[in-house]
């Protein structure tokens, strides 16, 4: 994790956690360097996917004329935060990951964290099942490593001293083209709007827990 901030502005799990709220109005004279936000999609992307596939990728939207074009392909009621934002980060997913898979293990093979039996067992039990896989088989599993990566970079954003809006408000036909992305390998997944707060936002409440749970 060598691209990762050391110290955090705030480490306070709690704070960064359960007074997070979907800031949707920043101070739109606050710029974050590219290097800043680099680092945080370092630090989102330590979350976890399906097999260590890692299918997602995160196109970085963080100037004006950036912003007229990527409006293009987000729906009007979102156009508050993607002007106002110092950035923003789309998370798209990656249907073709599985072309380097290999690296992935290959360098956790010779770093020396697993064996070469290991290796041949995880590069054979899993290649041959994403080789083999549905395009929606392949879609939802890219589409469910870009949740994870997305809540984290919800959170890392709180821990950098900002505030985020998660946002799919979008148009999943036109997005993935207006970013410059080939649409047979990605498939659109959400925005992080990330900025400082201009306005205390909405505090949202949520259902009982206990409606929405069962134990088997
Ligand atoms: C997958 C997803 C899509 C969302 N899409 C939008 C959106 O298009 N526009 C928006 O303003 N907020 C969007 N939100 C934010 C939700 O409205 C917000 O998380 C929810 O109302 C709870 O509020 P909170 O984030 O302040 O806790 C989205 C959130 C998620 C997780």
């Not at 999609?41 to 097999?51: D, F, G, K, M, V």
């Not at 950036?66 to 980060?89: C, L, R």
């Not at 919800?154 to 036909?173: C, K, P, Q």
């Not at 410059?180 to 259902?207: C, F, N, Q, S, W």
Request: a negative charge.
């Amino acid at each position: 994790m060598s691209e990762t901030t050391k110290e955090l502005v705030n480490n306070d799990l709690s704070d960064v956690m359960f007074n997070r709220h979907s800031v949707r109005a920043f101070d739109p004279s606050v710029k974050i360097n590219r290097d800043e936000l680099q680092t945080m999609i370092s630090e989102a992307a330590t979350a976890p996917s399906a097999c260590n596939l890692q299918s997602w990728h995160f196109v970085v939207i963080d100037t004006p004329e950036a912003k007229e074009k990527f409006k293009k392909a987000v729906m009007k009621f979102n156009y508050p935060q993607v002007d106002s934002a110092s950035a923003i980060v789309f998370i798209a997913g990656d249907t073709q990951s599985h072309l380097v898979y290999r690296d992935v293990w290959n360098k956790v093979y010779k770093a020396g964290n697993i064996t070469k039996e290991r290796l041949d067992q995880i590069l054979g039990t899993f290649l041959p099942l994403y080789e083999n896989a549905t395009p929606d088989f392949l879609k939802f599993d890219a589409t469910i490593d870009c949740s994870t990566v997305g809540m984290q970079l919800l959170l890392v954003a709180r821990a950098h001293g900002y505030d985020a809006n998660a946002f799919s408000g979008i148009d999943f036909e036109k997005m993935i083209p207006t970013l410059g992305l080939d649409p047979k390998r990605y498939v659109p997944v959400m925005g992080v709007a990330i900025g400082k707060a201009a306005k205390e936002p909405l505090h949202t409440t949520r259902y009982d827990s206990k409606t929405q749970t069962d134990f088997l």
